[in-house]
């Protein structure tokens, strides 16, 4: 079989290595090896002072705020973020904040930056992307809002061995994570070049609550996880509460539980 050859970059000569834009083409270092290549498309600064590139500037910059919006989304549950999540999770949840952003009023560019304005793109988001929470676990949770969204609680009525869709053969336990992520809204007037959050005190922050250890074997009924919201104050009109709610599977093992990495899912079920 013939073997297609791969196409080689050019490599620097000399013994000066340049790395950077010089004459149309950029030079960097590449695998231990310095290359150079044709610059492609126009540069930064271009882009930010040439009104033909307008528009780009304008979605580069709604671009930019999806990915800050994603950031404040994860904050406050960043740890356990990183317990569940896929290598690619930062990523896909910024693709669903640039949908919400697109939702905004204003002009592209600086167009509000809301959750509620598109609920869809967040509701039912998995930390990771392989499993769904309805293929692990069968029990629905319902959220209800208390005190004006001061106190939020997570409730499963009935939980069984049957709602255990997933459970390896070994587990013994199973454990609930429930989750809360304060998200301020964030506009950019007219005078302003970047965006800014409306109410900063209450912005990125939140809150985890894990239930105990539950057998696997044995139903369980009226099991509820509150969080409670991180501040002092009421919680602002400005502010969106993003519920997020997980599952994974244990292992007794003496007085201690080893979680199966490959069966924890959790998702974002619900905003407030």
């Not at 669903?96 to 002009?107: K, S, V």
């Not at 255990?164 to 809360?180: C, E, G, V, W, Y």
């Amino acid at each position: 079989m013939r073997q297609t050859s791969k196409c080689q970059m050019p490599k620097q000569k000399g013994i000066i290595k340049i790395h950077g834009k010089l004459n149309g083409k950029s030079y960097y270092p590449l695998n231990g090896v310095y290359i150079s290549r044709m610059a492609n498309g126009p540069s930064k600064e271009r882009i930010q002072t040439d009104p033909a590139f307008a528009h780009l500037k304008a979605k580069n910059q709604e671009f930019g705020m999806a990915s800050r919006l994603s950031k404040a989304i994860r904050t406050g549950v960043l740890e356990t973020v990183k317990e569940f999540q896929d290598s690619k999770m930062a990523s896909r949840l910024t693709g669903a904040c640039y949908q919400i952003i697109q939702e905004g009023r204003g002009h592209i560019g600086k167009r509000e930056a809301k959750l509620q304005n598109n609920p869809q793109a967040l509701i039912g988001f998995q930390l990771n992307q392989k499993q769904t929470l309805n293929q692990i676990y069968a029990a629905t949770p319902v959220v209800t809002s208390h005190k004006n969204r001061r106190l939020i609680t997570i409730s499963i009525p009935k939980s069984t061995e049957n709602h255990l869709i997933k459970r390896p053969k070994s587990a013994t336990h199973f454990q609930l994570t429930a989750a809360l992520s304060m998200v301020s809204n964030y506009t950019c007037r007219s005078d302003q070049k970047a965006y800014r959050p409306v109410a900063p005190k209450q912005n990125a922050v939140g809150i985890t609550q894990k239930t105990e250890p539950l057998l696997c074997k044995i139903a369980h009924t009226n099991l509820q996880i509150q969080l409670k919201t991180p501040v002092k104050r009421e919680v602002s009109t400005n502010v969106s509460l993003l519920v997020w709610f997980g599952i994974q599977f244990l292992k007794q093992e003496g007085h201690t539980y080893v979680s199966y990495k490959n069966m924890r899912v959790m998702q974002a079920i619900h905003l407030l």
